[in-house]
């Protein structure tokens, strides 16, 4: 199955945070990992989705 792409736009919406700062992520290397396709920078699903737990705080939930 394919993984799903997001552009810097549709990350921004996601996070809800202006597609500026995306861009200051990128720039930075603090954001998602991402690719260049042409000129067209894209997110993998799944390094959104890592990258967005390696950024939870707090206890881990024990079961």
Known sequence: MAD???SPQELAE???VPLAT???WNHR???PR???IGRH???R???V???ENSRLVGPDDAL
């Open 45 to 47: 699903m799944r390094d």
């Open 29 to 31: 290397g603090e954001g």
């Open 4 to 6: 799903k792409h997001l």
């Open 34 to 36: 991402f690719m260049k």
């Open 14 to 16: 996601r996070e809800g």
């Open 49 to 51: 989705i890592d990258w």
């Open 41 to 43: 920078v894209r997110y």
């Open 22 to 24: 995306v861009y200051q």
